[in-house]
Every structure is written in structure tokens, then in C-alpha cells.
């Protein structure tokens, strides 16, 4: 059974940068998927951030983008981000997932059927 | 980017009713349509992908239709643990997208 937990500091302080990671168990990274981090402002919507393959490959939301960076630890099993700079408008629950193509005739549809359980990520002096 | 409309914002539901959900998106994404369930506390709960089939696990009053721009997410008889918010989401293009949500609760 594929588990997914987020860590990292519950508060970080403007203009610093906000460093969460994502243990997976269960299946090993370095077999494939794509794995991804979205966040959800209290009270609001889910925003995708940004995806990564175990082989490095990232795909970034281009409003984060220039802060924003995914990697990923094979040896561990897990990924992590890191969101630079960040403001009180970057408080949220910050959820990781797995990103699994679902095949058909016409295409290959990306869902995100995996989710860890969420991490409050405050961003306040 | 394409931007995820749904309809209604929220909704007040019986028990046993059944309840339909509305996804239009600003431009055709033939079926790269996925749903998701929420509650409070949780994390998202992938119900349908591919517009319209269904994820294992979930029970079969869910069901998904629709291709294009327009989308539905239907259950065809509302249970206790049915209220939730429902997201959708596209995966047409390489920055994927939701829904505001729909939120259901109880009448």
C-alpha cells in the first residue's frame, strides 16, 4: 500500500524560504511516476505547484516558478520542495501525491490518485 | 492557462437524492477531466478519472460524463458520507488546473 507523508516546519517567517519533504513507502520512486506537490490556502482552493520524475524532470506552475524548486531523493525515497521568499500569501496546507497516467485509446490522463495528509505551513513573524 | 468553472458553489441535499455537479472549462480538453472528493480535515480523494471512469474503490453512485468543455459529476443517491466538496480538474495541459469546488451538505 502506497503511503505518502509531508514534514517540515509548521512556520517560517517572511522572505525565507519554506523546505518541505515527502517520504514515500510502499513503492519505490525510482520505478516510475511522476510525483507532485499541490496547497490549498485555508478556506480556499487546491494550486498545483509542481511535479517531478524520478529520473529529475520537473514541471513547475509558471506563477512559482521563479521561486520554486522540486527535487528528489532516490536513495531516501522522497522529494522535497522549496518555495523562496515566501509571504503570508503562501500560507496553506501543502499536500504531496502521486501523479499516475491512466491509459486509454485516445491518450494518457494525468490524475494525482495518491495523497499524503497535508501539512499547515504558516507564514507569519 | 485553463481556467475550471463549476457549478453550483454549493449545494443543500438529502440523504437519497441524487445530485449533479456541473465543470465547464475556457477551452476543449477532450476528456482529460478528473474529480475529486474533500472533507474537512482531509485530503482530496480522486473519484473519476478520464472524465468518466471510475476510480477503484469508489462506489458506483459516483459516475463522471461529458467531453469538450462541459463536464458533470453525478451521484445518483446522496449517502451521509457523501458531503463533501468536489473538485474538478484537468490534465489537458502541462499546468493542471481545478475547479473552485462545489460544496454539498445537508438540507
Known amino acids: 500500500q502506497v503511503q505518502l507523508q509531508e514534514s517540515g516546519p509548521g512556520l517560517v517567517k517572511p522572505s525565507e524560504t519554506l523546505s518541505l519533504t515527502c517520504a514515500v513507502s510502499?513503492?519505490?520512486?525510482?520505478?516510475?511516476?511522476?510525483w507532485g506537490w499541490i496547497r490549498q490556502p485555508p478556506g480556499k482552493g487546491l494550486e498545483w505547484i509542481g511535479s517531478?520524475?524520478?529520473?529529475?524532470?520537473?514541471y513547475y506552475n509558471p506563477s512559482l516558478k521563479s521561486r520554486v524548486t522540486i527535487s528528489v531523493d532516490t536513495s531516501k525515497n522522497q522529494f522535497s520542495l522549496k518555495l523562496s521568499s515566501v509571504t503570508a500569501a503562501d500560507t496553506a496546507v501543502y499536500y504531496c501525491?502521486?501523479?499516475?497516467?491512466?491509459?486509454?485509446?485516445?491518450?494518457?490522463?494525468?490524475?494525482?490518485?495518491?495523497w499524503g495528509q497535508g501539512t499547515m505551513v504558516t507564514v507569519s513573524s | 492557462d485553463i481556467q475550471m468553472t463549476q457549478s453550483p458553489s454549493s449545494l443543500s441535499a438529502s440523504v437519497g437524492d441524487r445530485v449533479t455537479i456541473t465543470c465547464r472549462a475556457s477551452?476543449?480538453?477532450?476528456?482529460?477531466l478528473n474529480w475529486y472528493q474533500q472533507k474537512p480535515g482531509k485530503a482530496p480523494k480522486l473519484l473519476i478519472y478520464?472524465?468518466?471512469s471510475l476510480q477503484s474503490g469508489v462506489p458506483s453512485r459516483f459516475s463522471g460524463s461529458g467531453s469538450g468543455t462541459d463536464f458533470t459529476l453525478t451521484i445518483s443517491s446522496l449517502q451521509p458520507e457523501d458531503f463533501a466538496t468536489y473538485y474538478c480538474?484537468?490534465?489537458?495541459?502541462?499546468?493542471?488546473?481545478f475547479g473552485p469546488g462545489t460544496k454539498v451538505d445537508i438540507k
Open positions: 480538474q484537468q490534465s489537458y495541459s502541462t499546468l493542471p488546473t
Open positions: 501525491a502521486r501523479v499516475r497516467g491512466y491509459s486509454s485509446s485516445w491518450g494518457v490522463v494525468d490524475a494525482f490518485d495518491i
Open positions: 510502499g513503492y519505490s520512486i525510482s520505478s516510475g511516476y511522476y
Open positions: 477551452q476543449s480538453i477532450s476528456s482529460y
Open positions: 478520464a472524465a468518466s
Open positions: 517531478i520524475y524520478h529520473s529529475g524532470s520537473t
